[in-house]
T-cell receptor
């Protein structure tokens, strides 16, 4: 158990809909990262938040948005869903000063299926 | 921009044998970390081993070891005494110091046969 909690674990929805994925980082971790893993692909970095502020952005679509709340949990919002958005979405967290260890701790992922 | 390349989409090995997974990367940074993550069928991402670029000594974790060649930008993973539980996708990843951004390769699917 990494200590990172993601909900829901599975989600099935239709094209054009909007969903929200939730992540609770490990206790004490300030950074939250979101990654997308399409079928049999590597993980693509979407976005990172540090203590409530956006810190780094990857190839995140304009239809997607995220935020980190004062209690440090994060939400990833996916709107106007398309079939190609079907993927496993991972959240990861890291402790302050990650530059010391470089380690990210991953949740179990949220599997999104768009029909 | 940094890139990570894993040129072996699939590998197989017999139980108790040794297998090596390849990874190359491209960066202009001098200080960085390299990682191997394991993703079993459960889909959980599990850190296998970590290497800091400034360390010349290759990292080792039990049956897992790396061959880090900084000049060649190569970072291979050796699994000794392979076990059935090693069956998984293996991802090589790169992180430059002070960026906190982990960049993954496309993965190698490893199958361990009895």
């Amino acid at each position: 158990d990494s200590g990172v909690t993601q909900t829901p674990k599975h989600l099935i929805t239709a094209t054009g809909q909007r969903v929200t994925l939730r992540c609770s980082p490990r206790s004490g971790d300030l950074s939250v990262y979101w990654y997308q893993q399409s079928l049999d692909q590597g993980l693509q970095f979407l976005i990172q938040y540090y203590n409530g502020e956006e810190r780094a952005k990857g190839n995140i679509l304009e239809r997607f948005s995220a935020q980190q709340f004062p209690d440090l949990h994060s939400e990833l919002n996916l709107s106007s869903l398309e079939l190609g958005d079907s993927a496993l979405y991972f959240c990861a967290s890291s402790a302050p000063g990650t530059g010391v260890t470089g380690e990210l701790f991953f949740g179990e992922g949220s599997r999104l299926t768009v029909l | 921009a940094q890139t990570v390349t894993q040129s072996q989409p699939e590998m197989s090995v017999q139980e108790a044998e040794t297998v090596t997974l390849s990874c190359t990367y491209d960066t202009s940074e001098n200080n960085y970390y390299l990682f191997w993550y394991k993703q079993p069928p459960s889909r959980q991402m599990i850190l296998v081993i970590r290497q800091e670029a400034y360390k010349q000594q290759n990292a080792t974790e039990n049956r897992f070891s790396v061959n880090f060649q900084k000049a060649a930008k190569s970072f291979s993973l050796k699994i000794s005494d392979s076990q059935l539980g090693d069956t998984a996708m293996y991802f090589c990843a790169f992180m430059a110091y002070n960026t906190d951004k982990l960049i993954f390769g496309t993965g190698t699917r490893l199958q361990v046969f009895p």
